[in-house]
């Protein structure tokens, strides 16, 4: 027995059965190739490369200045829920007092306090696919049963209410999907949400999680509409949201649920035991961000709209590539499928995972395998980053992607 056998013997089942972060693990290895010195376009990570704006840093700096430096309530200050109850309304139309809000250290965590007090051993759990690399994770580590239901890229990624209602059992307690969506880009209009909630309303015993994190980051022209705002459904439904994305504060952890009273009391209970409160400055920062200009943000929007537009022009001249045009958040997800069976010095190209640790090697470009997003047929990019840096990994991409035979 090796001795990294039996350090795996002397760890808990639940952390030996959770599988690593794709995306982090993908960044993981980008990192140790470019210390390493070689040029890696890191296109993994979901992380906006502009900075935080300017008013919400110094709203933080003039948080510190002020003493704002001592353990936070542990649903949040009551200041930011105000605030993101003031936002839920002037955004979304929602009502939420701000004991049904509870403030969290990323969206992340908000998820899994969600996850944590209402999933018991065996209950299912909705997944249409792909999904973001977590929900996954979090749910099997609730002891839930994590139920996929496919789709696919003429669909643009988007599951149907009828599609829904034929994996709904006796044993299904929540559904878990984001809009837009990580890993696709695809944004659920107002038509498709009335029909999900109709199939929602008719079982009283289901929740739906909702992530809005990229809420903002939204191509169509249309506003975006929240699950939770369909009155049938609206005791049903835990929207999350955050910080990261629409504010470029990836860095200060900061996310939040809105949710009928006794499930953000569980989440509180929850956070209790676990964090406590988050930062008090990442809180003082995100209360100016919610309640101060938005321009920022909607400037942020119209970089991201001319990135997508040059991606999918770049990505639709590589041979073999089904591509579709994302409606919102910064990813592509693209079909990869026609270069299975390929091979490169005798290597066969099988899986989207195989051609992500191919274009590491021969591209120097970092992307996830779908298979971390429930898809077994596609590769996620990013492009959260510069115009010049895209240009250059879809040359390399095409460039790579040519030497397989």
Same mark, same amino acid.
């Given at each position: 027995?090796?001795?990294?056998?039996?350090?795996?013997?002397? /760890?808990?089942?639940?952390?030996?059965?959770?599988?690593?972060?794709? @995306?982090?693990?993908?960044?993981?290895?980008?990192?140790?190739?470019?210390?390493?010195?070689?040029?890696?376009? $890191?296109?993994?990570?979901?992380?906006? $490369?502009?900075?935080?704006?300017?008013?919400?840093?110094?709203?933080?700096?003039?948080?510190?200045?002020? #003493?704002?430096?001592? *353990?936070?309530?542990?649903?949040?200050?009551?200041?930011?829920?105000?605030?993101?109850?003031?936002?839920?309304?002037?955004?979304?139309?929602?009502? *939420?007092?701000?004991?049904?809000?509870?403030?969290?250290?990323?969206?992340?965590?908000?998820?899994?306090?969600?996850?944590?007090?209402?999933?018991?051993?065996?209950?299912?759990?909705?997944?249409?696919?792909?999904?973001?690399?977590?929900?996954?994770?979090?749910?099997?580590?609730?002891?839930?049963?994590?139920?996929?239901?496919?789709?696919?890229?003429?669909?643009?990624?988007?599951?149907?209410?009828?599609?829904?209602?034929?994996?709904?059992?006796?044993?299904?307690?929540?559904?878990?999907?984001?809009?837009?969506?990580?890993?696709?880009?695809?944004?659920?209009?107002?038509?498709?949400?009335?029909?999900?909630?109709?199939?929602?309303?008719?079982?009283?015993?289901? *929740?739906?999680?909702?992530?809005?994190?990229?809420?903002?980051?939204?191509? @169509?022209?249309?506003?975006?509409?929240?699950?939770?705002?369909?009155?049938? %459904?609206?005791?049903? %439904?835990?929207? %999350?949201?955050?910080?990261?994305?629409?504010?470029?504060?990836?860095?200060?952890?900061?996310?939040?649920?809105?949710?009928?009273?006794?499930?953000?009391?569980?989440?509180?209970?929850?956070?209790?035991?676990?964090?406590? #409160? +988050?930062?008090?400055?990442?809180?003082?920062?995100?209360?100016?961000? /919610?309640?101060?200009?938005?321009?920022? +943000?909607?400037?942020?929007?119209?970089?991201?709209?001319?990135?997508?537009?040059?991606?999918?022009? /770049?990505?639709?001249?590589?041979?073999?590539?089904?591509?579709?045009?994302?409606?919102?958040?910064?990813?592509?997800?693209?079909?990869?499928?026609?270069?299975?069976?390929?091979?490169?010095?005798?290597?066969?190209?099988?899986?989207?995972?195989?051609?992500?640790?191919?274009?590491?090697?021969?591209?120097?470009?970092?992307?996830?395998?779908?298979?971390?997003?429930?898809?077994?047929?596609? /590769?996620?990019?990013?492009?959260? @980053?510069?115009?010049?840096?895209? +240009?250059?990994?879809?040359?390399?991409?095409?460039?790579?992607?040519?030497?397989?035979?």
């Amino acid at each position: 027995m090796t001795q990294a056998t039996a350090a795996m013997n002397q /760890l808990s089942d639940r952390i030996n059965n959770m599988q690593e972060s794709a @995306t982090i693990k993908m960044a993981k290895m980008s990192r140790e190739l470019k210390a390493q010195g070689k040029d890696i376009i $890191d296109l993994s990570l979901g992380e906006p $490369d502009f900075d935080t704006p300017q008013h919400i840093k110094d709203a933080a700096k003039e948080a510190i200045d002020k #003493g704002f430096t001592k *353990y936070t309530p542990v649903p949040g200050y009551p200041e930011l829920r105000k605030a993101i109850v003031t936002k839920l309304k002037r955004d979304n139309n929602l009502d *939420y007092t701000i004991d049904e809000i509870v403030v969290s250290t990323g969206a992340k965590q908000s998820i899994a306090n969600v996850v944590m007090a209402l999933i018991n051993p065996g209950d299912e759990v909705l997944l249409p696919a792909p999904y973001w690399v977590s929900y996954a994770a979090i749910a099997e580590l609730a002891e839930g049963k994590c139920v996929e239901i496919p789709t696919g890229i003429e669909s643009n990624f988007k599951v149907t209410a009828e599609q829904l209602e034929k994996h709904i059992t006796e044993n299904t307690k929540m559904i878990i999907f984001s809009s837009p969506c990580n890993p696709t880009g695809s944004v659920y209009s107002r038509e498709e949400l009335a029909a999900i909630a109709k199939v929602v309303a008719k079982h009283p015993n289901l *929740y739906v999680l909702c992530d809005e994190i990229y809420e903002y980051i939204n191509f @169509t022209g249309e506003k975006h509409t929240s699950l939770a705002e369909f009155a049938e %459904v609206k005791e049903q %439904v835990i929207t %999350v949201n955050g910080f990261s994305k629409g504010f470029a504060m990836t860095g200060w952890r900061l996310g939040y649920i809105g949710a009928p009273k006794w499930i953000a009391s569980a989440c509180d209970k929850m956070q209790g035991q676990i964090t406590s #409160g +988050t930062c008090s400055i990442a809180q003082k920062a995100g209360e100016a961000a /919610l309640l101060t200009s938005l321009q920022p +943000t909607f400037d942020m929007v119209t970089e991201f709209k001319k990135r997508r537009d040059l991606v999918y022009g /770049l990505l639709t001249e590589i041979p073999g590539l089904k591509v579709n045009l994302p409606d919102g958040a910064f990813y592509f997800f693209f079909d990869v499928s026609a270069y299975f069976g390929k091979s490169f010095n005798g290597k066969a190209m099988n899986t989207p995972e195989d051609l992500s640790l191919f274009l590491l090697a021969e591209g120097n470009l970092a992307c996830v395998s779908g298979e971390a997003f429930g898809d077994k047929n596609c /590769l996620r990019i990013s492009y959260a @980053t510069s115009e010049a840096k895209l +240009t250059e990994a879809c040359k390399r991409m095409k460039e790579a992607l040519a030497k397989l035979a």
